[in-house]
């Protein structure tokens, strides 16, 4: 996997995780903050931690953000501050620039200054929940984009004891399977609850039969995951 430099701008609950998570990928991850608290909280789970205004030109001039692979904008909270802070990373030609959105002002704005890639983790983790209340096959769902998602799905019993080959996922669906997830029985537990472990099979083969019960990770298009659910 290749390792990015990446700043985060804004370190909330959501931006101090996802420093974390950059930070544990191996990523190089440069944390900005203008409350010194918050930087002494991170300060050990990312390669360098700043404490700064983000809407002083000046000091993220300073900072050499231009070099980043990403700059991910993480706060929303402050209008001003989201709209100054993307606006001067824009002036210093950051290659790739992802903002956080709370509403659809946000967007507006944000699209005027000529940046598209935007998020919402809140909506993101509402739509997948609320997924997974209406479809018992979801196991949970990832959106990539406003198109697409991964899901982990439980197959129908029809797919059981037939092959990747025969149900053929792409062709019949539209969707590419990237692995099989299965229940084995695990010889070596001591505890009852411990009987029964979760296995990857890996990339699954033409040949790899499914069984029933069998956890299948799929991706494709938001509509095509919803066809497939609601036909088979």
């Known amino acids: 996997m290749k390792k990015n430099k990446i700043a985060v701008i804004g370190l909330g609950d959501f931006g101090k ?46 900072q050499g953000l231009e070099e980043m692979d990403f700059v991910i904008l993480a706060t929303a909270d402050d209008l001003e501050t989201l709209v100054i802070t993307a606006d001067i990373l824009r002036q210093l030609g950051v290659k790739e620039i992802i903002a956080r959105y709370k509403t659809e002002l946000h967007i507006r704005i944000l699209k005027m200054l000529g940046i598209t890639n935007i998020f919402n983790p809140e909506e993101k983790a509402a739509r997948n929940m ?17 198109e697409f998602r991964i899901a982990e799905l439980v ?48 990339i699954p083969q033409k040949t790899t039969v499914f069984r029933s019960n069998d956890i299948i990770t799929v991706f494709g298009k938001h509509e095509h995951v919803e066809e497939f659910l609601n036909t088979v």
Do not use: W
């Not at 190089?28 to 608290?37: N, R, S, T, W």
């Not at 991170?42 to 404490?51: P, S, V």
């Not at 997924?131 to 406003?146: A, C, N, R, V």
């Not at 197959?155 to 084995?184: H, S």
């Open 17 to 62: 995780e996802l420093v974390k998570q950059l930070f544990l990928e191996k990523h190089e991850v440069v944390a900005i903050d203008k409350e010194m608290l918050t930087i002494d909280e991170i300060k050990d789970h990312c390669t360098n931690a700043i404490c700064l205004d983000a809407t002083d030109e000046h000091a993220l001039r300073a």
């Open 130 to 146: 609320a997924e997974q209340f209406g479809h018992s096959s979801i196991k949970s769902s990832l959106i990539i984009s406003e």
């Open 155 to 202: 197959i129908p019993e029809l797919f059981a004891g037939k092959t990747v080959e025969e149900i053929q996922l792409k062709e019949n669906y539209n969707l590419l399977l990237i692995t099989i997830k299965r229940m084995r029985h695990n010889l070596q537990a001591k505890r009852k609850s411990d009987e029964m472990k979760q296995e990857v099979l890996g």
